[in-house]
């Protein structure tokens, strides 16, 4: 079986909301399938929004930091303005650097619906890693990532790695747009800088940046949509932000690949060593 975290929530600025029960082991079926398919009612709103992160468990070392730690993203639907109450919770554990495992929990109940494991190690030869997705309490689908996506200008600078969801029925790929007016600007301030000019950091500070899902055939399925870093030094990002994850008319197996595969882009960054470019 599998066995979450237990999860304690602090609220930003505005909710009022008890922490969540101990989380519940993957056991009960008639208590997974319910939590599944109110996890689905979720995921059939047009955008999900990931509130503000929360660190607990922190093992801190003298020099990093942290050497592992668990983050916590309460998950809520947005109806026009108005955010309403989180709904899920996304719980990463990083138990040391470039391993983690995502766990999602019902809010109300902690009733572990998905989870998954994996490690931000890219293997440069043979076959990439396949780690297992459960949904259900049951084998649903698998995530691996790589490097394949690249900036056509300037393919000697690598960008955030495409992650790979295979479903049941069709493969969704998370990447972060490189043709979208941030990226655009960082290629031709990668350029720049050889001159003089360090145009390509305000790049990265003053734009949006945006993840795609796509499937096999190209196809726009659902983006994440993280707002522009202007508040904090560089390198740091805002952990107090939020970010939207929009869907769209997506079919409810396209949803459940796309949350996990940019919940698997989130650990990645959250476990990466710090100064490493992770937070």
Request: hydrophobic content about 40%; charged content about 10%.
């Amino acid at each position: 079986p599998l066995h979450c975290p237990k999860v304690t929530i602090t609220m930003q600025p505005g909710f009022s909301a008890q922490a969540p029960p101990a989380a519940q082991a993957m056991t009960s079926a008639p208590n997974v399938a319910a939590a599944a398919q109110f996890c689905d009612q979720v995921l059939s709103w047009p955008t999900v929004v990931f509130m503000p992160a929360r660190d607990s468990d922190v093992a801190k070392t003298m020099f990093t930091g942290w050497s592992a730690r668990t983050v916590t993203i309460p998950l809520a639907t947005r109806a026009g303005t108005q955010v309403n109450f989180p709904q899920l919770h996304a719980v990463i554990q990083i138990p040391r650097y470039d391993h983690f495992t995502i766990s999602i929990l019902t809010a109300h109940d902690g009733v572990c619906v998905a989870q998954a494991s994996g490690h931000h190690t890219i293997v440069r030869r043979g076959p990439p890693s396949m780690y297992p997705f459960m949904w259900g309490g049951a084998p649903y689908a698998q995530v691996h990532h790589d490097h394949s996506n690249t900036r056509k200008l300037c393919p000697c600078i690598l960008g955030n790695p495409a992650v790979h969801v295979a479903g049941p029925s069709e493969v969704l790929t998370d990447a972060e747009n490189m043709g979208n007016s941030r990226n655009l600007l960082i290629t031709a301030g990668m350029w720049l800088l050889c001159a003089g000019f360090p145009f390509a950091w305000a790049a990265q500070c003053c734009l949006p940046i945006e993840y795609v899902v796509k499937n096999n055939s190209g196809e726009r399925i659902a983006s994440h949509a993280i707002p522009a870093v202007t508040n904090q030094p560089f390198p740091f990002p805002n952990k107090t932000m939020t970010s939207e994850l929009r869907m769209g008319s997506s079919t409810p197996e396209q949803r459940r690949l796309a949350l996990m595969a940019t919940l698997y882009h989130i650990a990645m960054t959250c476990s990466e060593k710090p100064g490493s470019s992770g937070p």
